[in-house]
């Protein structure tokens, strides 16, 4: 397609699980962005990509989080032992330069822990 | 600390009504300042603003940024019910911090 996905939509898991999300940025682009958004509030940064490197992982909450894009273009983001916080959406973003701050939004994953 | 606070953080008006969302912000290295449109679904770009004073116009919606004021607004004219919607403002301050710092959004109700 032509615009971000991101799978699943919505995810349930109980406390202490493993979650995986995915992201399909849009073809060509080089950067992806990984965001976190709580209910009411806007998202927040958590992680950036330049191809396949990380440049950036200030904004990953703790060291259960963990990014990855090994052949620079599909992302997962895994969560390890989630816990009740980590319940969010979260947003996949893609863009083709690096410095403009102009980011394409995929729909999101809704996670929610019980 | 990067802060971005948008106001107000709701507003309801009636179909056909013009709006008017605030956005303000602090940064230490100011590069470009975004809005989107969010549903229950991915938020989609709007404008990007880097120069003040320059009016982006996009049929009923228009934004323009003031960088003496560190502040933009969000017009919507002749508003639908379409328009309902979360508005959110993020601000690019790029020097190595390579992501989007959002404002809490201005969640916008159109009643017909």
């Known amino acids: 397609g032509a615009g971000v996905s991101q799978s699943p939509r919505y995810k349930v898991a109980k406390r202490g699980q493993d979650v995986a999300l995915r992201c399909d940025p849009i073809s060509g682009h080089v950067s992806l962005f990984w965001y976190q958004q709580a209910l009411g509030q806007g998202p927040e940064f958590l992680t950036y990509f330049q191809n396949e490197a990380q440049l950036d992982k200030s904004g990953l909450p703790s060291d259960r989080f963990f990014a990855e894009r090994p052949e620079g273009s599909v992302s997962t983001l895994k969560i390890q032992r989630t816990q009740q916080e980590d319940s969010a959406v979260y947003l996949c973003?893609?863009?083709?330069?690096?410095?403009?701050?102009?980011?394409?939004f995929g729909p999101g994953t809704r996670l929610t822990v019980t | 600390e990067d802060k971005v606070v948008q106001s107000p953080l709701s507003l309801v008006v009636h179909e056909g009504d013009t709006v008017t969302l605030n956005c303000s912000y602090e940064?230490?290295?100011?590069?470009?300042l975004l809005w989107y449109k969010q549903e229950k679904k991915a938020p989609t770009f709007l404008f990007m603003l880097t120069s003040s004073g320059i009016e982006k116009k996009s049929g009923r919606l228009s934004s323009i940024l003031d960088k003496k004021e560190l502040s933009s607004i969000l017009n919507i004219t002749a508003t639908q019910t379409g328009d309902s919607a979360i508005y959110l403002c993020?601000?690019?301050?790029?020097?190595?911090?390579?992501?989007?710092?959002f404002g809490k959004g201005t969640h916008l109700i159109i009643q017909p």
């Open positions: 993020a601000v690019y301050s790029g020097g190595g911090a390579d992501g989007l710092t």
């Open positions: 973003a893609s863009s083709w330069i690096r410095g403009s701050g102009e980011q394409y």
């Open positions: 940064v230490t290295n100011f590069r470009s």
